[in-house]
């Protein structure tokens, strides 16, 4: 892990225990869930929120402008847009992607759930979710969130990737791994 990804994480890791910490309390838990859900929806799909969170050309001011105008339009909880506004007064607002990604992992662990990130070279039908979410529940012995998306480079088959276990059945990796034999072979 790179030096800046590390300071990322333990920034973003120290909001993420506080914002959780005030949910829970005030059991907002529910809330904090959708909001980082609106969250991760603009972080994936708006260029100019993506800016706006990583760009230094906007001033600390600007920042907390845009943001306070973005968290009352998302319809964002107090404790989030709180939080939000503080990040944009020191500058923080670029571990954003990573506080998500932590206070997912904290809401999970206190459902007593843990998320499964699945690449599928299709779309799975309804019942192959259902079935992979059982298998997945039965191997880690724990209900299964599963994030599933869909890469064609796979050619064929999946990557389960929960926690810190990764199973690579695809099509791809395996004839990556055909083509390193046989470049050792001769």
């Known amino acids: 892990m790179s030096e800046s990804s590390s300071i990322s994480t ?3 890791a120290r909001y993420a ?3 959780f910490a005030l949910a829970k309390d ?4 529910d809330a904090l869930e959708r909001d980082i859900e609106t ?4 972080l994936k799909n708006s260029d100019d929120f993506r800016a706006l969170i990583h760009s230094p050309i906007y001033s600390r001011e600007e920042q907390g ?3 306070a105008a973005l968290a009352a339009k998302m319809g964002l909880s107090d404790t989030v847009a709180n939080t939000l506004k503080l990040m944009s007064s020191k500058r923080r607002l670029f571990v954003l992607p990573n506080l998500m990604a ?6 999970s662990d206190e ?3 843990v998320t499964a990130d699945v690449k599928t070279a299709r779309a799975l039908s309804e019942a192959q979710t259902t079935k992979l979410a059982e298998t997945l529940k039965a191997s880690v012995g724990k209900d299964v969130k599963m994030n599933v998306t869909v ?9 389960v990737r929960v926690g810190s276990k990764m199973i690579d059945t695809s099509v791809a990796s395996k004839l990556a791994a055909l083509q390193n034999t046989m470049k050792e072979v001769g």
């Not at 969250?39 to 603009?42: M, P, R």
């Not at 932590?102 to 809401?107: A, F, Y």
Request: charged share 25%; aromatic share 0%; no cysteine.
């Open 10 to 12: 333990g920034i973003a």
């Open 17 to 19: 225990s506080a914002v």
């Open 26 to 29: 005030g059991g907002a838990l």
């Open 39 to 42: 969250l991760e929806g603009a």
């Open 65 to 67: 402008r845009a943001i």
């Open 102 to 107: 932590v206070l997912r992992d904290l809401i």
């Open 111 to 113: 459902k007593g759930e």
């Open 151 to 159: 890469d064609e480079s796979l050619i064929g088959g999946l990557i």
